[in-house]
């Protein structure tokens, strides 16, 4: 069941369904600090759970709030860098790292591959090479 869901979210609410049916855990706060969730989150989903079962927990629900920033592709390429021994060596080399990629993404997107190559030098790009 758990390989089946597609999504971090689906996932994590079948493992918190596991984890309690399994008994590995007993309370809210331990599946809570397992899955990194807060405690009404996983008070929200057992009530979910509890009125409709799994698929009423697993629904799709509209979702509030801004947008992210980046996508969850670009979230997973930096924390797999961030673990790179030899990697960034300040948080303006990872601010930098970010701006390039979605500035990449964003010409590769709108078909403007040309562009990619034929850059130059933002203000941008000076401004961080210049304050180190």
């Not at 069941?1 to 493992?15: D, F, P, R, S």
């Not at 992210?68 to 303006?92: C, N």
Request: net charge positive.
């Amino acid at each position: 069941m758990l390989k089946k869901e597609k999504t971090i979210l689906a996932y994590n609410k079948v493992q918190m369904l596991y984890l309690f049916q399994s008994k590995q855990v007993e309370i809210v706060r331990e599946v809570s600090a397992f899955l990194g969730k807060s405690e009404a989150t996983i008070h929200r989903w057992l009530s979910q759970y509890r009125k409709g079962g799994l698929e009423n927990l697993l629904k799709n629900r509209q979702v509030f709030g801004r947008p992210k920033k980046f996508s969850v592709e670009i979230a997973a390429t930096l924390q797999q860098e961030l673990r790179d021994p030899e990697g960034f060596k300040s948080y303006k080399e990872v601010h930098l790292w970010l701006w390039l990629i979605n500035h990449l993404l964003l010409l590769w997107k709108n078909k403007n591959k040309s562009q990619i190559f034929n850059c130059r030098y933002s203000e941008h790009l000076s401004v961080y090479f210049l304050t180190e």
